[in-house]
C-alpha cells in the first residue's frame, strides 16, 4: 500500500485516489520569464519520480504540470527586452524544456498554458461572484473575500486572526480585507495589449491563484487526486486555489497535498540577492545531468535540499560507482515489467517506495546490488540493477560513454569532442601497431595516454578508454 504525506492532514496516509486504478495530479509548473534555476529543478525532478513510481505500481495516471505565461514579471521583462509577451516565454519554455531533457525528466501528459485557458478563469470567476465570494473593487479588479470562506488557512496552518499583510500579501485600499486576493486584474494605460483580455468584469487579465483551478479542473475535474509544488506555493498559493476551486464547484479541491523541501545553498537560503543563485544550465556547465539528478534524490522529498560544489563532487563519485558495477553492451532484460517486486533487493526498494517516495533507502538498495554484483558478476544482479535504477531515471547510458564522459558537464563534454577524436585516433593507431607486432610503439602510446590521465582497457571487443 502506498502511503503519502499530506501535507493537509500533515501526516502519511495510505493512497486512495478518488477513481480506483486511475492517478489525477498536478503540479505547479514555473513562471517562463528567466531560465529555471536549481530549485525548479528539485520540483521537475521530484515529481518526475513520483508520477514514474505511480506507473511502475500499475496505476493509470494522468500528469499535468502548468506554465505561467502571463504575470507581472513576465510582462515587465517583455517591455523592458523590447519584445513580444508571446516571444520571451517562448523561448524560455524552450529553454524550460532543454533543461528537463538533459535531466531525464518525463514530459508531463498536459502542459498547459495559462493565457489558453481564460475563459475558465472567468468562469470561475462568475461562479465565485455568484456564491458571494469574490466581489468587485472600486480600482476594476475582481477579488476574492477570503473571510467569507469556511476552513481558510487549514493547508498552511495560519489562522486568519494571525494573518496580517506582509510580503506576499499586498495591501490595498480597495480591498474589504487586506487578506483578500485578486482574482482578475484590470488593465493598466501602460500594459502592452496582448496582456490585456475582454470580458464581463471588464478589460484586464487573471490574478496568478485562479490559473492554476482552472487548468487542473478542467483537465482533471473538480477533486484531483494529488497535487505537488514546492514548499514556498503552500501559502498563499495553494491556499488560495482551494479557498476559490472549493468555493466556486463546492467540492473537495485534492485529496493529497505533497510539497517538495526548500533548496538550500552552502546552508543558506538561495537567493539572488546573497549571491548564491544558479540556473541548472549553470550547474550543467560543470557537472553531468545526472549527477545533478542523483544529488537531487539522495535527498527525500520533504527534506531541505544543501547544493553546494562537494555534495555534487560525491553524487559524481557515487554515480561512477554504480556504473563502474555495469558491464558495456549489457543485452539482458533490465526493464521494470521484468523485476519480482516479492523478494530481495526489489521488495525492499519497493517498500521504500512505497514509504512516501523514499528514495535515499531506495538508493541504497542499488548501492547494495552494485557490491553485489562487483563480488559476483551474476547477469541477474545486473539486470535487477538496472531495472531498480531506471524506476528513478537513473542508469540509462551505456557504462563506457558514461566513464568515458567523465560525468562533467554537458558543456565540457561537448568541448572535448575534438580530444576525444585525436584520443580515438591513438588507440586505432596503437591497435594498428601491435598488429604490426610493434609493441614498442604501442606501449609508448598507452603511455602517452596515461600521462594524460586517459587509461586503456583491452578486452576481447577490443580497447576502449576512460579518463581517470
Same mark, same amino acid.
Given at each position: 500500500?502506498?502511503?503519502?504525506?499530506? *501535507?493537509?492532514?500533515?501526516?502519511?496516509?495510505?493512497?486512495?485516489?478518488?477513481?480506483?486504478?486511475?492517478?489525477?495530479?498536478?503540479?505547479?509548473?514555473?513562471?517562463?520569464?528567466?531560465?529555471?534555476?536549481?530549485?525548479?529543478?528539485?520540483?521537475?525532478?521530484?515529481?518526475?519520480?513520483?508520477?514514474?513510481?505511480?506507473?511502475?505500481?500499475?496505476?493509470?495516471?494522468?500528469?499535468?504540470?502548468?506554465?505561467?505565461?502571463?504575470?507581472? !514579471?513576465? $510582462?515587465?521583462?517583455?517591455? @523592458?527586452?523590447? %519584445?513580444?509577451?508571446?516571444?520571451?516565454?517562448?523561448?524560455?519554455? @524552450?529553454?524550460?524544456?532543454?533543461?528537463?531533457?538533459?535531466?531525464? &525528466?518525463?514530459?508531463?501528459?498536459?502542459?498547459?498554458?495559462?493565457?489558453?485557458?481564460?475563459?475558465?478563469?472567468? +468562469?470561475?470567476?462568475? #461562479?465565485?461572484?455568484?456564491?458571494?465570494?469574490?466581489?468587485?473593487?472600486?480600482?476594476?479588479? &475582481?477579488?476574492?473575500?477570503?473571510?467569507?470562506?469556511?476552513?481558510? =488557512?487549514?493547508?498552511?496552518?495560519?489562522?486568519?486572526?494571525?494573518?496580517?499583510?506582509?510580503?506576499?500579501?499586498?495591501?490595498?485600499?480597495?480591498?474589504?480585507?487586506?487578506?483578500?486576493?485578486?482574482?482578475? !486584474?484590470?488593465?493598466?494605460?501602460?500594459?502592452? @495589449?496582448?496582456?490585456?483580455?475582454? *470580458?464581463?468584469?471588464?478589460?484586464?487579465?487573471?490574478?496568478?491563484?485562479? %490559473?492554476?483551478?482552472?487548468?487542473?479542473?478542467?483537465?482533471? +475535474?473538480?477533486?484531483?487526486? $494529488?497535487?505537488? =509544488?514546492?514548499?514556498?506555493?503552500?501559502?498563499?498559493?495553494? %491556499?488560495?486555489?482551494?479557498?476559490?476551486?472549493?468555493?466556486?464547484?463546492?467540492?473537495?479541491?485534492?485529496?493529497?497535498?505533497?510539497?517538495?523541501?526548500?533548496?538550500?545553498? @552552502?546552508?543558506? !537560503?538561495?537567493?539572488?540577492?546573497?549571491?548564491?543563485?544558479?540556473?541548472?544550465?549553470? &550547474?550543467?556547465?560543470?557537472?553531468?545531468?545526472?549527477?545533478?539528478?542523483?544529488?537531487?534524490?539522495?535527498?527525500?522529498?520533504?527534506?531541505? #535540499?544543501?547544493?553546494?560544489?562537494?555534495?555534487?563532487?560525491?553524487?559524481?563519485?557515487?554515480?561512477?560507482?554504480?556504473?563502474?558495477?555495469?558491464?558495456?553492451?549489457?543485452?539482458?532484460?533490465?526493464?521494470?515489467?521484468?523485476?519480482?517486486?516479492?523478494?530481495?533487493?526489489?521488495?525492499?526498494?519497493?517498500?521504500?517506495?512505497?514509504?512516501?517516495?523514499?528514495?535515499?533507502?531506495?538508493?541504497?538498495?542499488?548501492?547494495?546490488?552494485?557490491?553485489?554484483?562487483?563480488?559476483?558478476?551474476?547477469?541477474?544482479?545486473?539486470?535487477?540493477?538496472?531495472?531498480?535504477?531506471? &524506476?528513478?531515471? #537513473? #542508469?540509462?547510458?551505456?557504462?563506457?560513454?558514461?566513464?568515458?564522459?567523465?560525468? /562533467? =558537464?554537458?558543456?565540457?563534454?561537448?568541448?572535448?569532442?575534438?580530444?576525444?577524436?585525436?584520443?580515438?585516433?591513438?588507440?586505432?593507431?596503437?591497435?594498428?601497431?601491435?598488429?604490426?607486432?610493434?609493441?614498442?610503439?604501442?606501449?609508448?602510446?598507452?603511455?602517452?595516454? /596515461?600521462?594524460?590521465? $586517459?587509461?586503456?582497457?583491452?578486452?576481447?571487443?577490443?580497447?576502449?578508454?576512460?579518463?581517470?
Amino acid at each position: 500500500m502506498l502511503r503519502i504525506h499530506n *501535507s493537509l492532514t500533515r501526516q502519511k496516509e495510505d493512497f486512495v485516489p478518488l477513481e480506483p486504478g486511475r492517478v489525477r495530479m498536478y503540479v505547479c509548473g514555473m513562471t517562463v520569464y528567466d531560465y529555471c534555476h536549481i530549485g525548479h529543478a528539485r520540483v521537475l525532478v521530484v515529481f518526475d519520480v513520483v508520477q514514474r513510481w505511480l506507473r511502475t505500481s500499475g496505476w493509470q495516471v494522468t500528469y499535468v504540470r502548468n506554465i505561467t505565461d502571463i504575470d507581472d !514579471k513576465i $510582462i515587465r521583462r517583455a517591455v @523592458d527586452n523590447g %519584445e513580444t509577451i508571446r516571444a520571451l516565454t517562448t523561448r524560455f519554455i @524552450d529553454h524550460m524544456h532543454e533543461d528537463e531533457r538533459a535531466l531525464g &525528466v518525463q514530459p508531463p501528459d498536459h502542459e498547459p498554458r495559462a493565457t489558453d485557458f481564460v475563459p475558465q478563469m472567468l +468562469g470561475l470567476i462568475g #461562479l465565485l461572484e455568484e456564491r458571494g465570494y469574490a466581489y468587485r473593487a472600486s480600482d476594476g479588479d &475582481v477579488n476574492f473575500a477570503v473571510r467569507r470562506f469556511d476552513g481558510y =488557512g487549514r493547508l498552511s496552518g495560519k489562522s486568519l486572526d494571525d494573518l496580517r499583510a506582509g510580503e506576499r500579501v499586498s495591501v490595498d485600499d480597495a480591498k474589504q480585507d487586506p487578506l483578500d486576493f485578486v482574482l482578475w !486584474k484590470a488593465a493598466k494605460p501602460q500594459e502592452p @495589449d496582448e496582456a490585456k483580455w475582454a *470580458s464581463p468584469f471588464g478589460v484586464g487579465r487573471p490574478g496568478w491563484h485562479i %490559473e492554476c483551478s482552472a487548468m487542473s479542473t478542467s483537465l482533471l +475535474g473538480s477533486t484531483l487526486d $494529488i497535487h505537488g =509544488g514546492g514548499a514556498d506555493l503552500q501559502f498563499p498559493h495553494h %491556499e488560495n486555489e482551494i479557498a476559490q476551486s472549493e468555493g466556486a464547484l463546492g467540492c473537495t479541491f485534492v485529496r493529497y497535498w505533497m510539497h517538495n523541501g526548500f533548496v538550500r545553498v @552552502d546552508d543558506e !537560503k538561495m537567493s539572488k540577492s546573497l549571491g548564491n543563485f544558479f540556473t541548472i544550465r549553470e &550547474v550543467l556547465r560543470s557537472f553531468d545531468a545526472e549527477v545533478v539528478r542523483l544529488f537531487i534524490l539522495r535527498a527525500h522529498y520533504r527534506s531541505p #535540499l544543501n547544493y553546494s560544489d562537494a555534495h555534487l563532487e560525491d553524487a559524481r563519485a557515487s554515480l561512477l560507482r554504480l556504473y563502474n558495477a555495469l558491464s558495456a553492451g549489457f543485452a539482458g532484460d533490465a526493464s521494470p515489467a521484468a523485476i519480482d517486486w516479492s523478494t530481495g533487493p526489489a521488495r525492499r526498494f519497493r517498500d521504500a517506495m512505497d514509504d512516501d517516495f523514499n528514495t535515499p533507502v531506495a538508493l541504497s538498495v542499488l548501492f547494495e546490488l552494485a557490491t553485489e554484483l562487483n563480488r559476483s558478476g551474476e547477469p541477474a544482479l545486473e539486470a535487477q540493477l538496472r531495472g531498480l535504477a531506471g &524506476v528513478l531515471g #537513473l #542508469l540509462g547510458r551505456d557504462p563506457v560513454q558514461a566513464r568515458r564522459s567523465g560525468l /562533467l =558537464g554537458s558543456d565540457a563534454a561537448q568541448a572535448r569532442a575534438g580530444d576525444d577524436e585525436r584520443i580515438e585516433q591513438a588507440v586505432a593507431a596503437r591497435a594498428a601497431a601491435k598488429k604490426a607486432r610493434d609493441f614498442t610503439q604501442a606501449d609508448r602510446i598507452r603511455a602517452e595516454l /596515461l600521462a594524460e590521465g $586517459i587509461v586503456l582497457e583491452d578486452g576481447p571487443a577490443g580497447t576502449t578508454w576512460r579518463r581517470v
